[in-house]
């Protein structure tokens, strides 16, 4: 098992440099002169070709590109932001308890709201309940986050006044609008994952004779059918995250939330390169350990994969 | 006992209609999945019609109209422009639509393509693609298509790119996993041994027994890309004002919402009604491709 882990940790390695090429290529193409946006519209043209070279914007791709990896895989520096003039990391890492805190919250929302609301779905399976939620659900998937938050925002803020309409300012009361916004989709998606998933499991045969052997309707559901329907419901909270982490871009500029994707969509217009690579890079890393967690969970639950590592190991 | 009756005639009927005949007649008994399918095809007709069938001129605007409140004359109010929004919506259903079946229609073009090659000849090309999407997979789908989107700029055809590069790594993970398993089964050895070529081998006999899955997700696919597009364009990217596009509408309306709400509800209504439809024909079509999963 530690073997595997330290596998995936240093294939993250070449991940996160393929990240980076990618990035860096897709903002060498960004149109625009980040010294003319910089130095201002009022820059004369001896200026702002002094600060290109400066910058280092007049030399070849290759050679900018092998500056960027050396700089940030060699000396693990992101660089410092054209707009401010402070490091990257420090911004980012300022802002990342925003864009962290609403991106986990929705995250136990999805699961804890979203998995309940599945089983319930599943064990009433075709009965009201479960064509009320499954209607929820489906409507859930379909809404625009951005949009909701703004129809939240219109009844819960502005109608009723119960909530601030934006901004970190009255602490938790600031993230319900966001996060419910964010995770509306995700609790829906998870419900009809597990809905589907449980399903499934209670038409096994084991399940059968769970029943017949007389156990209790609570038993053979929480005992037999739950932990054998949740290891494909695993993969979907991986994936969900990396929905929260894209989401809260969107959510946070419709809450004017001083988080990392803020922080990233206000670098893309005044063309502040290092932070939107930075920003891509750390928001990768995270992702990238995320998903590597889901997959050790996903051992833990299963016995049969924990058994293929152990097996294997002892094969070596 | 009766269901036993129908079962076989069911298998009577799939034995005269072939496989696809049986998607689609299991596909035709879904309720949920052809009320999805009908209104879907209306909203279409409506997209391409939209220049006929407008009540107004999209582009026309009026002063007197400002934020005009939606009445009998202007059913969906008018925006800050006044302009008669009804009549934006229906000319704009044209952009979202049309970057949401293009987006997803380039992604899965380019992800069968590269699915089927991975999945049928493995070993170093696998490795080398697997390892390529890999990295696209680590960002998160939202962040790549806004850096994607503002490195092109906006309009319809970058915005489809940007898009569908996002889309890509999952259909070739759905299509290579599917095909795996086929692979191995007795007819493509068959197939193999008579001389097909591979071509034909892809194409009519791995592809057709292993493309449910990315249909369905195509399917799913369209709603989940009219999502994002529309959040690019409410973020200042993608489609751009004065195009009449719903996400740019949102954006545009989204600074007098507290007072004009109606600027933003109804564009926003149309995304969810549009998303709401494909996803509901894209459950029934994951019901009938794989009827186990049903009941």
New interface residues.
């Given amino acids: 098992m530690i073997r595997y882990i330290g596998k995936r940790l240093l294939w993250m390695i070449p991940v996160m440099l393929g990240i980076a090429i990618l990035i860096f290529s897709i903002m060498y193409i960004c149109p625009g002169d980040p010294a003319s946006s910089l130095l201002g519209p009022s820059a004369s043209a001896v200026e702002l070709a002094a600060k290109r070279e400066e910058m280092g914007l007049n030399d070849p791709y290759i050679v900018r590109l092998g500056r960027y990896l050396y700089q940030t895989f060699i000396k693990f520096d992101l660089g410092t932001s054209y707009k401010f003039g402070t490091s990257v990391f420090a911004g980012l890492m300022e802002r990342m308890q925003y864009t962290l805190v609403i991106a986990l919250l929705c995250m136990a929302l999805q699961v804890f709201v979203g998995t309940p609301l599945g089983i319930m779905a599943a064990t009433h399976h075709n009965g009201v309940w479960d064509r009320v939620s499954m209607f929820l659900a489906l409507v859930g998937v379909s809404i625009p986050a951005f949009w909701l938050a703004l129809m939240l925002v219109l009844i819960f803020a502005v109608n009723l006044g119960w909530l601030p309409t934006s901004g970190v300012s009255n602490g938790l009361a600031s993230f319900i609008l966001p996060c419910i916004a964010n995770s509306f989709a995700g609790i829906a998606s998870q419900a009809r994952h597990t809905r589907s998933s449980m399903l499934e499991v209670i038409r096994s045969d084991y399940i059968v004779t769970a029943k017949a052997k007389g156990l209790s309707r609570r038993t053979v559901l929480f005992k037999h059918a739950l932990p054998n329907a949740l290891i494909p419901i695993i993969t979907i909270v991986g994936n969900g995250m990396g929905m929260m982490l894209g989401g809260t871009v969107i959510i946070e500029n419709v809450f004017a939330i001083p988080g990392v994707g803020r922080y990233m969509t206000d670098a893309i217009n005044s063309r502040d390169y290092p932070v939107v690579m930075g920003g891509v890079l750390i928001l990768g890393l995270i992702f990238s350990l995320i998903m590597l967690l889901v997959d050790i969970v996903y051992a833990f639950v299963d016995p049969r994969i924990k058994a293929q590592y152990e097996g294997r190991k002892g094969k070596k | 006992m009766s269901t036993a009756v129908k079962d076989t005639h069911a298998g009577v009927r799939s034995r005269r209609q072939g496989q696809f005949g049986q998607v689609m007649h299991r596909l035709r008994k879904n309720k949920v999945a052809m009320v999805g399918l009908v209104v879907l095809l209306l909203l279409i007709l409506m997209a391409i019609l939209s220049p006929y069938i407008t009540p107004y001129d999209y582009a026309k605007t009026s002063k007197a109209n400002r934020y005009a409140l939606p009445s009998w004359e202007h059913l969906f109010g008018c925006d800050a422009m006044g302009r008669d929004i009804l009549s934006r919506i229906m000319y704009g259903a044209r952009a979202s639509l049309w970057l949401g079946l293009m987006s997803t229609l380039v992604a899965t073009v380019v992800g069968v393509l590269l699915g089927s090659l991975v999945g049928y000849y493995g070993g170093k090309v696998d490795n080398i693609v697997m ?2 999407l ?3 997979q ?6 790549l298509s ?3 989107s ?4 906006s309009g319809i055809g970058n915005t489809i790119l940007a898009l569908s590069i996002g889309g890509i790594p999952m259909t070739v993970r759905l299509l290579r996993g599917s095909i795996l398993t086929v692979r191995k089964q007795e007819y493509i050895e068959a197939a193999e041994k008579i001389n097909c070529s591979k071509w034909r081998v892809i194409t009519s006999h791995i592809l057709p027994n292993s493309i449910a899955p990315v249909i369905v997700s195509v399917t799913m696919g369209i ?1 989940n890309t009219i ?1 994002q597009a ?2 690019l364009s ?4 993608g489609v751009q004002p004065p195009t009449p596009e719903w ?1 740019a509408m ?1 954006s545009e309306g ?1 600074s007098m ?2 007072k004009y ?1 109606h600027l ?2 109804f ?2 209504l149309a ?2 009604l549009v ?2 439809c ?3 024909l894209g ?1 029934g079509l994951r019901d009938a491709m794989d009827p186990k ?1 049903k009941n």
């Fill in positions: 390892r390529i890999d990295i696209i680590a960002i998160p789908g939202m962040l806004i850096a994607i503002a490195a092109l700029g709603g999502l529309a959040s409410y973020i200042g990217l996400g949102l989204k919402i507290t709400p933003c509800i564009p926003g995304i969810m998303v709401l494909l996803n509901m459950d999963l």
